[in-house]
């Protein structure tokens, strides 16, 4: 029987409000400075949610600006095109995409039709959908955007990195909820060993929320909206007693996965080996956290991949900020870790970034690889008081020094749709 493929991260994109390169990125991670301000682009006073994660003032010309002499000439030229005709979050999504090429130093060589795009996400293009439909209601429906038929769907994502890239193997979209990017990053690896594609971008794009989206969460119980509208900053607050929802926000995130073999040749840079990746659900469609389902996730992931509990040393924590799925993730963890737990090192990205939803897999990914490669996790901020339950070490308030060797990203979605997903550094010895 031949030998399982080896699979490894060889480059990263990112693009939130505390950051669109991989340096200011993680050195305001380490900083603890939080992303999470009012909301720039919601007019309704009487929709509950007034605070998150906010790029829709991205500068998108200036941002092809910056790439305009390090992108090929064809690609800035598709790149401009695309974004000027294309959604915010779709803009986004192909930004992001060149700045992972360009971090992974692909060039434009290689067999496009073994390359391959996943976008994890759905509903993605919500506020233009909406708006489109206002239009068409209540003024005329002839001033509708007449790209709408194709922009409104997710796969315009997909579609448009391929386009910017000119990449012609596989592309497609996939949802689970919060858990899609790391569904997605399932489907990569899948992709490379089993369906003859050398490399694959895992996109994790921008969820564009609408108005009435983010106040059905809040109708839901599922998002702040009460004490933190005049500090903002202080909303998203993992483990800490005064949590009471999790903070959407906008971020992107790109992985570029590659066969070991292939990025070897190319003398490509690897920031670590990916060893599986581990899909669940709970049998449910209701939003409720299950500990049950959490650790059974992380048992099957390590059981899967042959590694023991023991060698882990670091979760990137789904840790949303709610009441519940914070001592849910906390208890799995517990369970799955039995005394080992209290020697692993937690940290929340969430408590600084806000939860960017179906993108937040990837996004908390480049964050875990930039701290793996810079050997020191970033703080969970916003702990004034550590809920006595929680009794891990959750990086409270400050950076730790830590060399990451294993290590497991949670994702979690609604309606009980878990992903999780398990990198080691890399060991060119292991060759």
């Known amino acids: 029987m031949a030998h399982e493929k ?49 790029l829709s003032e991205y500068d998108v010309k200036g941002k092809l600006g910056r790439l305009r002499d390090r992108l090929p000439a064809d690609m800035h030229k598709r790149a401009r095109v695309l974004c000027n005709k294309a959604p915010f979050s779709t ?44 239009t ?12 709408a038929a194709l922009h409104m769907l997710d796969t315009d994502h997909a579609g448009s990195v391929c386009e910017m890239l000119g990449w012609q193997g596989a592309a497609y979209t996939l949802g689970g909820a919060c ?14 060993r089993h369906h003859d594609h050398d490399v694959a971008m895992v996109v994790g794009p921008v969820l564009d929320f609408s108005q009435m989206g983010v106040h059905a969460m809040a109708l839901l119980g599922a998002i702040t909206y009460e004490s933190f509208n005049d500090e903002p ?8 007693t005064r949590r009471e929802g999790f903070v959407p926000s906008h971020g992107a995130g790109v992985l570029v996965l590659e066969e070991l073999g292939h990025a070897l040749k190319r003398g490509a840079r690897i920031y670590a080996e990916v060893l599986g990746c581990t899909s669940t659900s709970d049998g449910s469609h209701l939003p409720s956290p299950s500990t049950d389902g959490q650790a059974r996730t992380i048992e099957r992931l390590l059981r899967r991949a042959g590694v023991r509990p023991d060698q882990i040393d670091y979760v990137s924590a789904h840790a949303t900020s709610t009441p519940l799925g914070d001592l849910s993730e906390v208890n799995a963890i517990k369970r799955v870790f039995g005394d080992h737990a209290r020697k692993l090192k937690v940290n929340a990205p969430k408590s600084m970034l806000g939860h960017t939803c179906w993108s937040a897999p990837a996004v908390e990914t480049v964050a875990a690889m930039l701290q793996m490669r810079g050997k020191k996790l970033h703080p969970s901020i916003n702990i004034d008081q550590l809920d006595p339950e929680v009794t891990l070490d959750v990086c409270a308030n400050v950076p730790v020094d ?9 994702s979690f979605g609604f309606g009980g749709l878990n992903c999780c997903a398990l990198y080691s550094r890399f060991d060119p010895n292991s060759l």
């Not at 090429?101 to 759905?122: I, K, M, N, Q, S």
């Not at 068409?136 to 001033?143: Q, T, V």
């Not at 900053?233 to 800490?240: G, L, Q, T």
């Not at 830590?402 to 949670?410: C, G």
């Open 6 to 54: 080896r699979i490894v991260i060889t480059g990263l994109g990112i693009n939130t409000p505390i950051g669109d390169d991989l340096d200011t990125f993680y050195a305001n991670l380490l900083a603890g400075k939080s992303a999470i301000t009012r909301w720039k682009w919601q007019k309704n006073e009487n929709v509950y949610s007034k605070v998150g994660g906010d």
């Open 91 to 134: 803009s986004l999504s192909v930004l992001c995409a060149a700045d992972a090429w360009l971090d992974a130093g692909l060039g434009e060589g290689g067999d496009p039709t073994r390359r391959a795009v996943l976008v994890g996400g759905h509903n993605l293009n919500e506020r233009y959908f909406t708006a489109n439909y206002e």
């Open 136 to 147: 068409f209601l209540h003024d005329e429906p002839d001033y509708i955007d007449s790209m």
């Open 179 to 192: 858990a899609s990017a790391n569904v997605a990053l399932r489907s990569a690896i899948d992709e490379i």
């Open 233 to 240: 900053h202080k909303a998203s607050r993992p483990y800490d």
């Open 402 to 410: 830590h060399e990451i060797q294993l290590m497991v990203k949670n």
